[in-house]
């Protein structure tokens, strides 16, 4: 099967998720994998902190299975790159 771009509202919906969720989780993503290479690590180092395999990491990382990887897994993520996290909301404009 050969890859093709995808916007990320076709995203959310191969997914059967909302297009926010998509858009926050990639946001996350992009920001772990930014943080994981600044700080030098593969994604092997980062795998075995994480006690998952590399695999999953570079699952994680394309954002493959963007609905099956939850807020919590990324935020366990962060902690484990040394960051913390603060959940801000407010009412849209």
């Known amino acids: 099967m050969a ?3 995808i916007d990320l509202e076709e995203l959310a919906d191969s997914l059967g998720t909302n297009i926010t969720e998509v858009k926050e989780k990639q946001k ?3 920001m772990i ?3 994981r290479k600044a700080k030098k690590l593969s994604q092997a180092a980062l795998a075995r902190k994480l ?4 695999a999953r990491v570079a699952q994680i990382e394309s954002g493959i299975g963007t ?5 919590d897994i990324l935020l366990n993520i962060l902690i484990a790159l ?10 849209a404009a």
């Open 82 to 91: 040394g960051y913390d996290y603060r959940v801000i909301t407010k009412k």
């Open 51 to 54: 006690g998952i395999s590399q």
């Open 3 to 5: 890859w093709k771009e």
């Open 33 to 35: 994998t930014k943080i």
């Open 67 to 71: 609905a099956q990887v939850t807020f």
């Open 28 to 30: 996350l993503i992009n």
